[in-house]
């Protein structure tokens, strides 16, 4: 059997080129599908690409989500949700796997939809952004409104028509896209665009704000229903009235808004008054005042005259003090004439206490006191004055026993230095050192001559001493 029959007809492919025609043959086949099936192991890659998996009761198929397409939809993929991918088939050759490219989320029926609202929702309201409390009142007469909504609908011209005929008052309006892709963030960014206007600006400040769209199916009002929407809302510094869709239909928004309208008109209605109606009770309210007050003053001017009627004449008010006075002036004539009676009596005893002899004898035996008294007192003051000079007389003999000045008249010297530091020992004296002698008539200058006097007394003092006999 030659070499060349044992070779098989079959070419050869390497792994490359064999994951390469596979690939061709998947993308040429489905280039264009439409796939149904529930989201499982959803990851969001750090590089913004989103993985997940298809897959029902008996396959998984692989998705992937590139960033630019990510940002671009609507739908945000959910884990367990089922939804109808649209999309491209294609393979991984680094993994021998295929995978569908996804263009376009889809939620698979209004049921599934419905769902995933109803999760979204048990989600925020255990956040506590549904919470009745923290919802604010609207102000009464708002001076200016801001609406959120389409500038090219019907809504806004309901709303403007509205308040027109109840109370006008100033609008702006934020255009926003209430329908599509980008419809939720453009309605989040007009909420918060309305709350960083400055109050006092060039643009006035909303005092209420009006978040605004027709009816519409629920996938028309999926944009009110997204999270980025309700958190604006909530976050809302400005009271918010949400009027999207007619009365039955309901969305998100509604939930966190401070006040939920059935319709645009109806949001009208609810931010403002009706003028005339205000007029109305103003000018009801006028007539009530004026008649009040007309009631009141003819009640006062009644009880008056009632009163003037009752009180008496002036003579008859002034008669009775008018005749006390008299009897006072008759009784003050005879009191004036008692009381000098009675002070002259008065003083008339005291003088009779000031006779000249009582007063005399006073004064001299005053003056006999005083002059005894003295006599005690010079007594007392020189045997004191005697006491003490005895006493310092003995203390100054004390003095001078002890003073150093007997001992100078006795013939010693008091030896000081130039400093005035006395000196007690020869041997402090330095040889040269200039000496103040002070003897008992006054002081001399001296000079040290040096150790040779103490050498000369030391050796005298040993000749004249006697030897040990032993």
């Known amino acids: 059997m030659s070499e060349a029959a044992a070779k098989p007809n079959l070419p050869e492919f390497s792994v490359s080129e064999i994951a390469g025609l596979l690939k061709r043959t998947v993308e040429d086949a489905f280039p264009f599908v439409r796939v149904r099936g529930e989201i499982s192991g959803l990851k969001n890659a750090s590089s913004g690409h989103v993985y997940f998996d298809l897959k029902d009761d008996k396959a998984v198929l692989n998705a992937i989500i590139w960033k630019q397409t990510a940002r671009l939809m609507k739908l945000r993929p959910e884990q ?37 609202l109803e999760e ?170 004026l008649r009040c007050f007309s009631k009141g003053m003819e009640d006062r001017r009644r009880h008056l005259s009632h009163l003037a009627r009752v009180l008496p004449r002036a003579d008859q008010l002034f008669a009775q003090p008018r005749q006390r006075f008299d009897h006072a002036a008759e009784r003050l004539g005879h009191a004036l004439r008692q009381n000098l009676q009675v002070h002259r009596r008065s003083f008339i005893e005291v003088a009779s206490l000031l006779r000249p002899g009582p007063i005399a004898t006073r004064l001299r035996i005053s003056v006999e006191r005083t002059a005894s008294s003295g006599r005690q007192l010079n007594q007392c003051a020189n045997a004191r004055v005697a006491e003490f000079r005895r006493h310092l007389e003995s203390l100054s003999r004390v003095l001078e026993g002890v003073s150093y000045r007997g001992a100078l ?26 000496l103040s002698l002070t003897f008992a008539d006054g002081s001399v200058e001296a000079v040290a001559a040096g150790p040779r006097g103490r050498t000369k007394l030391q050796s005298k003092t040993k000749a004249d001493s006697q030897g040990d006999l032993f």
């Open 120 to 289: 979204r929702k048990k989600k925020l309201a255990a956040e506590g952004l549904f919470d009745a409390a923290r919802k604010r009142p609207l102000p009464f007469l708002p001076d200016v409104i801001g609406v959120i909504t389409s500038p090219t609908g019907a809504v806004i011209r309901d709303i403007m028509h509205r308040l027109n005929d109840r109370f006008p008052r100033r609008v702006l309006l934020w255009p926003v896209a209430v329908q599509g892709e980008k419809a939720a963030s453009e309605v989040a960014a007009a909420i918060v665009g309305f709350n960083t206007f400055a109050a006092g600006g060039s643009i006035p400040r909303p005092d209420v704000l009006i978040v605004a769209r027709g009816g519409g199916s629920i996938e028309d009002l999926m944009a009110f229903n997204e999270e980025v929407v309700v958190r604006a809302a909530v976050a809302s510094a400005i009271p918010l009235i949400s009027a999207v869709g007619h009365e039955t239909d309901t969305t998100l928004i509604d939930f966190a808004s401070d006040r939920r309208a059935p319709t645009p008109t109806a949001a009208a209605e609810m931010a403002v008054p009706v003028r005339t109606e205000l007029l109305g009770q103003t000018l009801d309210l006028e007539r009530r005042t």
């Open 409 to 434: 008249e006795r013939g010693f010297a008091l030896v000081r230095s130039e400093d005035g530091t006395i000196r007690r020992r020869a041997a402090a004296v330095k040889s040269g050192e200039g």
């Open 80 to 116: 367990g949700l089922e939804v109808v991918c649209t999309g491209r088939i294609t393979t991984y050759p680094g993994s021998s796997r295929y995978q569908i490219i996804v263009e376009q989320i889809e939620l698979a029926g209004i049921g599934a939809l419905m769902a995933m």
